[in-house]
């Protein structure tokens, strides 16, 4: 990569063609990634070796180039522009799968059922924001929020387990 560059990019589509930038918002973003994700990535890509790729940094006119290890290519060996990968990988996919392309079943559903994973394990929507790139952590809420537990069961076994681990006493009061 040339120097100065920062190490985080992603490949984005600017004027119809590819080029490597930052991502979105400018924005760098950190997401933990469990060890079975982790050991995962590990195995693929020790059958998948990554391929070198070069594209200009963030104007595709630009001279400046920048090189890049990427593991998921064409056929050809060449960045994936994510329209051919939507068509020509992902809807083959889901209709081999039984399931209908559509908007609702598109990539972007995955982004979704990364979310509704999390919520539902209890994460906060601050760092939901943060590994979504979001700015606002309101807008998270926002777009989110239908796919959060409903808290009636979770305000109950909150105050069953709080009576439940102090009773009352022989004056009538609870005990710690």
Not at 18 to 29: A, C, T
Not at 63 to 71: A, C, F, N, S, Y
């Amino acid at each position: 990569m040339a120097a100065g560059l920062p190490p985080s990019r992603q490949l984005k589509i600017v004027r119809s063609r590819l080029v490597f930038g930052l991502p979105k918002n400018d924005r760098d973003r950190r997401i933990p990634l469990p060890v079975t994700v982790v050991d995962a990535l590990r195995e693929h890509l020790d059958w998948c070796k990554p391929v070198e790729i070069t594209l200009p940094w963030e104007d595709p006119f630009s001279d400046e180039r920048v090189t890049v290890p990427l593991v998921l290519t064409t056929p050809r060996t060449g960045a994936i522009n994510r329209a051919t990968f939507d068509g020509k990988s992902w809807k083959p996919a889901l209709i081999a799968a039984g399931i209908a392309p559509t908007r609702a079943t598109g990539m972007h559903a995955l982004r979704h059922f990364y979310a509704s994973a999390l919520l539902d394990a209890g994460e906060s929507i601050k760092a939901l924001a943060a590994y979504l790139g979001h700015a606002d952590p309101g807008f998270t809420l926002r777009v989110y929020t239908h796919l959060m537990p409903a808290s009636e069961e979770r305000t109950r076994r909150a105050i069953d387990d709080l009576f439940r681990d102090t009773g009352p006493g022989p004056d009538g009061l609870a005990t710690d």
